[in-house]
């Protein structure tokens, strides 16, 4: 069996090649950075999701049974300012994927985001109305109706607030850009008015293989927990990682006018998650402390 992960590089991506079962074969792509620390036995390709035609090369070459597609062009204030480069990547580009790999027989696990939800009535399940108020979330949300009309039996995972130790050349996480400050003596800010129910990487990635082992079609929503707000999460981060919880202040998200706003309370209902695939959902103190056992450095000079 063998498997094809776009963004293999990402946080996401990176903890689905190390939890992935030893059965299948594995395929990862990156897009800039190639790997320096390829996992055996991973064979990784440069893809660009706006070349349809490298897209179809790739799946003619890899010929997978299960693609999973994490890659997207994922900074929501990024994505504002370049709706058309995000539309190209988040919507054409699966597109492509989509209909280079049914063409072989190929199932579709599609990763989508928290971002498909306005903030304004959770906890949400999967089957509440998608409201996404930023151009990243719209593009979410069309990419996500596009795979499913095209096969109902399409897998969508959408994770809440992931975290995690990312490869050094890629965009840090929450925790991580916090690391990376604390090292160096910046100060942090950390918005007290945005919630989520954060999720470990490695643990979402546990919950994609075994949705996917299980055949499991439709949308699952994975988060932790907890329901944090970003200054409440990042405080209990920094006394795990044995800076002390005074190191991170409080704001208002209206601290950051030039920012994308983001929406309210994104957190989740998991009652599909813990019945189906059969997993609790971890505290965010659990995942933080497994993370920090796992820190390619001490955890006070620990940096994304």
């Known amino acids: 069996m063998k498997v094809l992960i776009t963004g293999g590089r990402s946080l996401l991506g990176k903890a689905l090649v190390q939890a992935a079962p030893g059965e299948y074969g594995l395929h990862a792509t990156y897009f800039q950075h190639p790997p320096s620390d390829a996992a055996d036995g991973v064979r990784y390709h440069q893809l660009d999701l706006r070349d349809a035609a490298q897209i179809a090369s790739l799946a003619s070459q890899a010929r997978p049974d299960i693609l999973v597609h994490v890659a997207s062009l ?125 999720v470990s990487a490695e643990d979402c990635a546990v919950a994609i293989w075994r949705a996917i082992r299980q055949r499991c079609s439709g949308t699952i929503h994975v988060g932790g927990r907890d329901r944090l707000s970003r200054y409440a999460f990042l405080s209990l981060a920094a006394r795990v990682f044995e800076f002390g919880g005074d190191v991170v202040a409080p704001v208002s998200s209206s601290r950051f006018p030039s920012l994308t706003p983001r929406p309210r309370d994104t957190t989740y209902r998991t009652e599909r998650m813990e019945s189906e695939l059969g997993l609790s959902p971890a505290l965010a103190g659990e995942g933080l402390s497994r993370m920090k056992a796992l820190a390619p450095h001490p955890a006070r000079s620990a940096a994304a």
């Open 74 to 198: 994922g900074d929501v204030d990024y994505c504002e300012r370049n709706p058309q480069e995000a539309w190209d990547v988040n919507v054409r580009g699966t597109a492509e994927l989509w209909n280079a790999c049914a063409r072989l027989g190929c199932r579709m696990t599609y990763v989508s985001s928290n971002a498909v939800f306005d903030g304004n009535s959770a906890p949400y399940t999967e089957k509440d109305p998608c409201h996404p108020t930023s151009h990243y979330g719209r593009t979410k949300r069309v990419a996500e109706e596009l795979v499913q009309s095209l096969d109902p039996a399409t897998l969508v995972i959408r994770p809440n607030l992931l975290f995690g130790w990312n490869h050094p050349d890629h965009r840090p996480n929450p925790v991580t850009s916090m690391l990376g400050k604390l090292a160096t003596g910046d100060r942090v800010e950390a918005v007290d008015d945005i919630f989520n129910n954060p």
